[in-house]
Every structure is written in C-alpha cells, then in structure tokens.
C-alpha cells in the first residue's frame, strides 16, 4: 500500500503562483510515475502533468508554460509549482502514483486538495 499525501492548496487571485506537494510513504519501492490530475466541477478528471522515474514529463497544453513538476526522489515526494494562475485553474487537484513493474501495476490517489483561483 502506498499513501500520498498532499499539501499546498488554497486560495489564489489570479495572476499568483502556489505549489503543490505530494509525498509517497508506505510501499514506495519501484515508483514508475507519479503526477497531478485535476476535476473542475461537472468536467472529467485531465492529468495536469506527469513525471516518470526517467524524467520524462508530460504536461496538460492548457498549463504548458505556467506549471512545472518536479520530484525529489530522496524525499520520494512530487511538486507542481503552478505560476500564472487562471480561474480555469480552479479544480480539486489530485496526486497519483504507479508502483510496480510490468505485468503488476499498482495506482494510488491522493486524497485531493483544493485549488481555487479568483479573478
């Protein structure tokens, strides 16, 4: 079992900038990818951006440019640094984890945190 937990949510006025962490405890052995997702009201859950253990990030186009991720491997913890935040940005924000390997995958989800952006 792997347990994400986040923090760095809030209240923002549009224009600012938050970051976001998200630390893995538990079973965290052969983490393969960890990233953000996010669910506005009444709209699906959209990965945000995603970082695998080689490095390899992908990023939402809607937030390509403002958002960046990082991981701290020693820490076994993920960050969204989110700069230039529009009320569109607005959304429960969540951290997932794979663990494992080919054929065994295991996903894990953060509880989800609030991100609200006033304009």
């Known amino acids: 079992q792997v347990q994400l937990v986040e923090s760095g949510g809030g209240l923002v006025q549009a224009g600012g900038s938050l970051r976001l962490s998200c630390a893995a405890s538990?079973?965290?052995?052969?983490?393969?990818?960890m990233g953000w997702y996010r669910q506005a009201p009444g709209k699906q859950r959209e990965l945000v951006a995603l970082?695998?253990?080689?490095?390899?990030?992908n990023y939402a186009d809607s937030v390509k440019g403002r958002f960046t991720i990082s991981r701290d491997n020693a820490k076994n913890t993920v960050y969204l640094q989110m700069n230039s935040l529009k009320p569109e940005d607005t959304a429960v924000y969540y951290c997932?984890?794979?663990?494992?390997?080919?054929?065994?995958?295991?996903?894990?989800w953060g509880q989800g945190t609030q991100v609200t952006v006033s304009s």
């Open positions: 997932k984890t794979r663990v494992g390997s080919s054929p065994r995958w295991y996903v894990y």
């Open positions: 538990g079973s965290i052995f052969s983490i393969a990818d």
């Open positions: 970082i695998t253990s080689g490095g390899t990030t």
